[in-house]
T-cell receptor, first 112, second 113 residues
Framework: LAKTTQPISMDSYEGQEVNITCSHN???????ITWYQQFPSQGPRFIIQ???TKVTNEVASLFIPADRKSSTLSLPRVSLSDTAVYYC?????????????FGKGTTLSVSS | DVKVTQSSRYLVKRTGEKVFLECVQD?????MFWYRQDPGLGLRLIYF???????EKGDIPEGYSVSREKKERFSLILESASTNQTSMYLC????????????FGQGTRLTVV
């Protein structure tokens, strides 16, 4: 069962900043938050990962508040090529290992 | 360049056939995963394996089995294919733990007729 909740879809225009928020109320102490991007007819690819506060890389920023019950993926100045599905996930760890449980994702549509 | 390779990009099988989907990774990863993706449902975990000969059920294991005889290879088996198993199947691999990145194959589009 997916542990995360995120909007089904979002629309934006080129050049805008896009923020996608994910809710993970039952996040465990050891859980990391990871975001993936998926283009049509391709497998998802890793974007960014964090545990707390803020993480930034060349593609995006990830903001995690102190209670870690939510996180926000920020895409600066999106372009048409950022149109994709974005998945937020939190690993489900038991004695066997860590299962990566994806939800339905957020479909981002960027227009000119 | 790291790689996860799925044996077929497209596959058409008949109802009742036994179907094997193969996945090979070259990163020496312990963890391997099989997902299916359907419109509006996102990626759903079928099975995962955290070591050779080890397997764990995901959210939707019914109608599927898996095999992991070697570290680099993880096979998904449809014992008797049915039309409701028509889907996109994605394989992934990763190192152990949470602070890790999963790498995905290109997917196999399976159609059961």
């Amino acid at each position: 069962l997916a542990k995360t909740t995120q909007p089904i879809s979002m629309d934006s225009y080129e050049g805008q900043e896009v923020n996608i928020t994910c809710s993970h109320n039952n996040i465990a102490t050891n859980d990391y938050i990871t975001w993936y991007q998926q283009f049509p007819s391709q497998g998802p690819r890793f974007i960014i990962q964090g545990y707390k506060t803020k993480v930034t890389n060349e593609v995006a920023s990830l903001f995690i508040p102190a209670d870690r019950k939510s996180s926000t993926l920020s895409l600066p100045r999106v372009s048409l090529s950022d149109t994709a599905v974005y998945y937020c996930l939190v690993g489900v760890t038991n004695q066997a290992g860590t299962a990566l449980i994806f939800g339905k994702g957020t479909t981002l549509s960027v227009s000119s | 360049d790291v790689k996860v390779t799925q044996s077929s990009r497209y596959l058409v099988k008949r109802t009742g056939e036994k179907v094997f989907l193969e996945c090979v990774q070259d990163m020496d990863h312990e963890n391997m995963f099989w997902y299916r993706q359907d419109p509006g449902l996102g990626l759903r975990l079928i099975y995962f394996s955290y070591d050779v000969k080890m397997k764990e059920k995901g959210d939707i294991p019914e109608g599927y089995s898996v095999s992991r005889e070697k570290k680099e290879r993880f096979s998904l088996i449809l014992e008797s294919a049915s039309t409701n198993q028509t889907s996109m199947y994605l394989c992934a691999s990763s190192s152990p733990g949470q602070a890790t990145e999963a790498f995905f194959g290109q997917g196999t589009r399976l159609t059961v007729v």
